[in-house]
């Protein structure tokens, strides 16, 4: 396929905090590098050379907004759950805010959040009876 999505980065004013946010909804596995302001956000396992060796998933990284005041700052990334209603649960728990929730027929549903920092993203459920 081409130009596949090969990694994701999430902006935030507060990365300590909002890798909490990830670790706790999602549970990644997110490490400060050292030397430098980047998380490193493992969503697959990874071979020696950081590749994932898992297929479903990428890797990514968090680190400290880049241009703080630049409009459409973020990407949309979708994130593979079990329960869509069960992750909204905690998701809004952790502070997250639920903008959208809908189905895609025969196929699944989705839901488009914010975290704390307002970063939008969305979860998908894989549903064939979705309406």
Known sequence: ???????????SD???KLSGFYQSLFGWQINKSQGMDYWTVRTVQTDA?????ETGGINGGLLARPMPDAP????????TVKSLDETLKRAQGLGAKVI????VPKMGWFAILTDPEQNSFAIWQDDPNAK
């Open 72 to 79: 459409g700052r973020s990407w949309l990334n979708y994130v």
């Open 100 to 103: 959208r929730k809908d189905s």
């Open 1 to 11: 396929m081409a130009n596949p999505v090969a990694h994701f980065e999430i902006y």
């Open 14 to 16: 507060n990365p300590t």
């Open 49 to 53: 050379n950081g590749a994932p060796t």
